[in-house]
């Protein structure tokens, strides 16, 4: 079901990313980062949240409290005490999850962005972060299940927890030769071509995860041998 973890096979999905225009946008995006860097600056931020949010369709209806977490959260790192760090992996989990007033009910709204809150770091890293999204997560998962790593395909509870899974197919698969960009891209797409195979036969989306996420667990544990 899956094509065997080569040099050959990482190398050419990165190079697709790159012709289907995936790289060129990246670099706008980390020039947007450079050109606004405060995360203390409400606008800053808010510029960035936008431009991401339309252009990774990350479905953020309301921008302002995605922001004001981001800038709160920011603002309480550069008040903590000397010599206090939180790596930009730490981060992702406490700008994932804003709260507003909703205008309509009158009730507290709490929303976790986990996969926005990890593109919104990547770019602040310069593209170490890797991005949780869920054409990365089902092909991780089903080269490590085809491995024999029990793992299992649902959510994961939070940023960590994915980082954790990135990590342990990094060394399942002997990638240190690769930046968690270069994994992080040939997993998207991949993952993207694959959908893509089940979309062609009239599957929404929403299916065509599901079915490839079905074969994979039907692939027996310990199939795929590591590089």
């Known amino acids: 079901m899956l094509e065997k973890i080569r040099p050959a096979l990482i190398d050419k999905m990165n190079k697709r990313h790159t012709i289907e225009g995936g790289t060129a946008i990246n670099e706008k995006l980390d020039l947007l980062f450079s050109t606004f860097p405060d995360n203390t600056c409400p606008n800053d931020v808010q510029v960035k949240v936008a431009v991401l949010n339309t252009i ?14 981001i800038n709160a959260e920011f603002k309480a790192l550069g008040r903590s005490k000397k010599g206090i760090k939180v790596s930009p992996i730490d981060m ?35 593209r170490d972060v890797p991005i949780y999204d869920s054409y990365i997560w089902i092909v ?79 692939t027996p544990l310990g199939s795929m041998q590591t590089q």
């Open 56 to 69: 990774y369709n990350t479905s953020i209806k309301y921008i302002p409290p995605v922001a004001k977490k």
């Open 92 to 126: 992702v989990d406490r700008i994932a999850t804003a709260e507003w007033v909703s205008e309509e009910s009158g009730r507290v709204v709490v929303r976790t962005n986990l996969s926005f809150a990890s593109k919104y770091m990547h770019f602040e890293s310069k």
């Open 140 to 218: 991780m998962n089903g080269y490590l299940h085809a491995a024999g790593d029990r793992v299992t395909f649902g959510a994961p509870c939070n940023y960590a927890d994915f980082y954790a899974r990135f990590q342990q197919f990094r060394q399942r698969f002997n990638l240190d030769g690769y930046s968690n960009y270069q994994i992080d891209k040939f997993l998207w797409q991949y993952g993207k071509a694959k959908i893509s195979e089940y979309r062609k036969q009239g599957l929404s989306m929403v299916k065509a995860k599901a079915r490839l996420q079905t074969e994979l667990l039907g």
